[in-house]
């Protein structure tokens, strides 16, 4: 990966600005950027001396844990800074507003001054022995603060002299050359010098109470907010003294500019103030009784300040000695600038009193990690208020600072750059799928699969493809060993349906110890008389049906004949070995049940439910050429319930109300559950006269729990598994069981309480999902709320039998219309296995030790669930139990037994090698980035039932931070530790880590209610890999640049806002939403082409459909749009949101690369973060 500056932080544009937080114009596209300044207005308790402390890790924005950082080099916080923030410090009464202590969420923006630094001459080349990198810089552990006295203002010279001579004088920025000597994470500090000349540089080994400063960043107000200019320091007129301000070194770079390769200087992190010189010790500019509070930074290198220092106390710093301080150096202490060696930069000797120039050519960095040095600040032309000018010439006050200029967001690993790759390399390829340990493409890639005794990836994927061999190695690298595995999922046209083994009434050949399925890994010995389990290595029998030859390799003649010989996904028939009861199965029953409450009659649904159930009927799951054996029954309710007699021989329907929701029951067994062809007629007559019965109800109450029940009890009087779809709309508080009450409570979010809003408020619920499981009763669940319905406790059912949940807030029949049928056909269409038990078998070495997903589990291997459909996926992950060899790798066979369409007992099996490696490197070579986010967010949504968000947000990062450091510790070549370095198939881990952490489940929005994140909790559980790519980094894509002639789509743009034009349209998309962006100066021809408008103001915002036009680009947009929509399980909803307007901040909620209104941090902010915490960790 090349990387050569870092990316812009956007922020959003028209956005009310966060509570609290004063806005400062920035460049944008119409408003000013929310920053983290707080606003300052004048005297105030939590900026006085005596203020109470802030708790540790304190952010306005709440987001992300606040730690103790070791990033030597890298901070502006005034707890670590040689500038101590003394009794004699002030305030300005009119400068930087004062900012609250630093928390994970809340990071600086980034100035940066775009190519490399200005070329006067050509630098001299390095030895060959030196790496072009940054100069190594030790990561030191948390260190006192401590804090620097100050005095009265001197008055003459000799006594600045003098008072200089004893301080520690923070570093202006770096205006050396392109070589100069190794950095220590102190900054040098100033003493008496002897005779002006050649000053001799010793890095010296600190003890560790020496607190470390910061190098590179300096303190003080940004000339931006208010704060005072820089003053270029003069020499003394007169004084052997050099200039106060010392030169810094080349610093550790900034952590969020990472990449490969090197690039231009970096300047100071945006937000940071102007280089600090010696003269702002003097208290002339600052009004007396308050602290001074710098603008805290991300790149810390001792632990954030728990509070503001007190007036008194502070202990006096100790003696600065001539040269460097700092941490302890890697070994070795010189007295001269060192010699060529790795990693080590020498510099010329400097001449005190002379000013030292910008570098003279482009730095020199490392390639292969992520960095830049940090190159010379903006010049500040005025000398601060109220201070002497010593020696220098009279300068007039600059207008302002030179202007800011965004961090390149090339710069960092760019998802759509890595997607565009796999696709130019991958994408129409045919994936073999023999060769063991081989990674598939991404799930953005479009390929054809050859099963060649390999699972397609169409129905597993792994996170990692080459398993540690020893448990060790795997609890070292911290990356979880999982598969997501989709058993029913549908295969494109041209890879066929999977074929059907029958083997008579023998059934499938089986091993005899650990009752494996047979497969392309089982070895046949013994003249094929016997084979060896692959997985157990147990001899079991050939039955004599069953025997064949073996040929000179040992395989059997018919192996090619024969699908569980010669592919890794295959089918069985079963026996009745394999029924409940010892008893073939019947087909299924599909149950659909209605409220007919005032809030659902009034919305429109029950019009819309029963006038569509007339026509989706004719359209049930069958075999192909057959009709549908599949029976049907409706209920009603309310209060009550409603049973409906719709027997072929009645001329009208009949309705029989159970009242005794208590103890439910149902009324009828003979035509209550009936097929479509023989009852079509009353079937159709009772879908019409339901919208006519309810029309004038008054009844708001329902029930819920006997819904269920009812459902239950039916299919249980028939003797069959089945679906119950309910269509449910409030909150049911009638009393019934499973009565419930409004809980919703937004105190409780982000609170230790808050894990009890995604739990059941009920145990009624989930004792009633486990009856349904043990009858083959899967529960789908459409919701209409207009109001808190409480869907942690509602989905319980669904989730819990392999159903789903399907939610349309405020419904309203002429817009979500289209979207809730879509959704009810697909429900109703899809391939569907009922009453399924799946188990995943591995080879010796490892095992299934935890699953995820929508199911029951009775024991600790048994996947149940009552419905398995296309779209689900279990996801499993796997520990060692012993060590496995490099030489037989590792085997994970699944076996689906389920009940199909038609009643038919069948064995679907998946079968998968992976290799197995000795060497982590080999590890991270084979890993898939988009199944570990998939994994690692299954894993955080569960565990937020437990542990509070916050504890669940610092977990994820922890363990991401140590997958990455041991990355750099093992496998990456020796470099700077200030460049962050990815494996190159995590390069994206990061971002989408971030995405993760900044959705709505674990840090929600004010306007995110509590419903919506149990909703996307139970959503995201089952999802496959490609979906949930989708899902947390949205495709955004640029239809003006559409090629209306060509089938190819306009290359996607990144998900930030300075990523759109004014005069762009562009469509988003995220698996659940699709949204149309227009900017507000987009081309009348563009317009007119897709809305039949000519201005901006004339677009309906309203519109939920496009009109259909008669021109190239409307039917071609149709088409993506289409096209979308039948790529994702779910009917994906178009908004058009026009820019400025009132949907705009929705939209930028899945800009996923800025910061988020919630908090969240920029993928910029996340890089920086996580480059401290691995920093951290290798220190």
Partial sequence: MNVNQQPHIATPYGQPPLQGYQVYGQPGYGGPHATPYGPYNGHNAAYQQDAPPQPPGYSP???????????????????????????????????????????????????????????????????????????????????????????????????????????????????????????????????????????SYTSQAVPPSQPPVNVGVPQGPHPAYGGPPHVPQQPFPGSALPPVSQQSFPTAPTPSTQASLGGPPLPQPYGAGPPVSAHSQFPGSLPPHQAAVSQPSPYRSAPPPTGFPSSGGAPAPPRPTLGMQGPPFP????????????????????????????????????NGAFGQMRGPQPAYGAPYPGQPNFGSQPQTPAPGPPAQKRLDPNSIPSPIQVIEDDKASKSGEVFMTGVRGQAPPLVTTPFQVKDQGNASPHFIRCTAYNMPCTSDMAKQSQVPLAAIIKPLAVLPENEGPLPVVDHGEGGPIRCNRCKAYMCPYMQFIEGGRR??????????????????????????????????????????????????????????????????????????????????????????PSEPGTDSPIRVGFVTYNKVLHFYNVKSSLAQPQMLVVSDVADMFVPLLDGFLVTVGESRTVIHSLLQQIPEMFADTRETETVFGPVIQAGLEALKAADC??????????????????????????????????????????????????????????????????????VATLGTVPCSTGGSVYKYSHFQAQTDRDRFLNDLRRDVKKQMGFD???????????????????????????????????????????????????????????????????????????????????????????CETDALVNFFAKYAYRSVLSSPTKTVRDSLVNQCAQILACYRKNCASPSSAGQLILPECMKLLPVYLNC????????????????????????????????????????????????????????????????????????????????????VAAPPDLLRSVFDVTAFSEINPNMTNLPTLDNPFSKRLHEIIEMFREQRSRYMKLMVVKQEDRLEPLFKHFLVEDKSSNGGASYVDFLCHMHKEIRQLLS
């Avoid at 600045?160 to 004893?166: I, K, L, R």
């Avoid at 089945?722 to 909150?731: E, K, V």
């Avoid at 419930?740 to 809003?757: A, H, I, P, Q």
């Avoid at 994140?1013 to 495709?1035: G, I």
């Fill in 61 to 199: 924005y709440s987001s992300f844990p606040s730690k103790t950082f070791a990033a030597a080099g890298l901070s502006s916080d005034p707890s670590s800074s040689s500038f101590g923030l003394g009794p004699g410090r002030v305030l300005p009464s009119s400068g930087t507003p004062p900012v609250s202590a630093p928390g994970y969420g809340q990071y600086p923006q980034a100035e940066v001054q775009n190519g490399p630094a200005p070329m006067t001459s050509q630098p001299p080349r390095p030895p060959d022995s030196q790496a072009y990198g940054q100069v190594p810089v030790s990561l030191p552990t948390a260190q006192p603060l401590y804090h620097q006295q100050y005095q009265a203002p001197p008055t003459s010279t000799q006594q600045v002299t003098n008072q200089m001579a004893g301080m520690q004088i923070g570093t202006a920025p770096s205006q050396a050359g392109p070589y100069a000597p190794p950095t220590s994470s102190h900054l040098p500090t100033s003493a008496a010098f002897p005779t002006p000349g050649n000053p």
């Fill in 331 to 366: 070994p070795q202490s010189v007295s001269a600038p060192p010699g060529p060696q790795p990693n080590h930069i020498g510099a010329p000797p400097m001449q005190p009193g002379v000013p030292v120039g910008p570098p003279t050519g482009p730095l020199p960095q490392q």
């Fill in 531 to 620: 084979f060896q389990c692959a997985f157990c290595s147990c001899v079991t029998e050939v039955p004599p049906h069953y025997f064949q030859h073996l040929d000179h390799t040992g395989k059997r003649v018919d192996c090619n004949e024969r699908p569980e010989l010669s592919l890794g996904s295959y089918e069985f028939l079963a026996t009745v070995e394999y029924c409940k009861n010892n008893q073939l199965p019947l087909p299924p029953a599909f149950i659909f049940l209605i409220d007919v409450s005032y809030n659902a009659v009034r919305s429109g649904m029950v019009a819309v439910v029963c006038e569509e159930l007339c026509a989706l009927l004719d359209t049930l």
């Fill in 721 to 790: 598994a089945g679906r119950l779809f309910i269509f449910h709309s409030t909150l049911p508080i009638a009393e019934a069981p499973g009565k419930l009450k409004n809980r919703e409570d937004k105190k409780l979010v982000g609170t230790d309480k808050e894990k009890s809003l995604f739990q059941p408020q009920v145990s009624f619920y989930g004792n009633l999902a486990k009856e349904c499981v043990a009858q083959g009763c899967c529960v789908d669940l459409f919701l209409f709320p207009n109001q808190y319905l409480d």
């Fill in 836 to 926: 399924a038990i799946m188990r995943v078998r591995t080879s010796t070495g490892i095992r299934a030790t935890d699953f995820f997903g929508s199911f029951y589990m009775s024991n600790t291997t048994d996947v149940e669930l009552a419905g398995l459909d296309c779209d689900k996926t279990i996801t499993v992950e796997f520990r060692h139990d012993d060590k496995l060899c490099e030489d037989t790798g590792a085997l994970l066979q699944c076996a689906v037994l389920y009940t199909s369409c038609r009643g038919q007992r069948r064995l679907r099996i998946h079968n998968l090698a992976v290799n197995c490696c000795s060497q982590l490197a080999e590890l991270y070579r084979h």
């Fill in 996 to 1079: 993760v952490l900044k959705s709505d489940v674990l840090q929600p929005g004010g306007d995110v209610s509590l419903d919506d994140r149990a909703y996307v909790r139970q959503l995201v559980s089952c999802m496959d890999v490609a979906e949930s790519h989708a899902f947390f980094y949205p495709r955004l894509l640029p239809l003006h640049k559409l090629d209306v002639g060509g089938l190819a789509l306009p290359t996607a743009v990144r998900d930030s806002e300075e990523r759109l034009s004014r005069d762009g349209l562009y469509l988003l998309e995220n698996s659940l939403s699709l949204f149309l962006w227009v900017g």
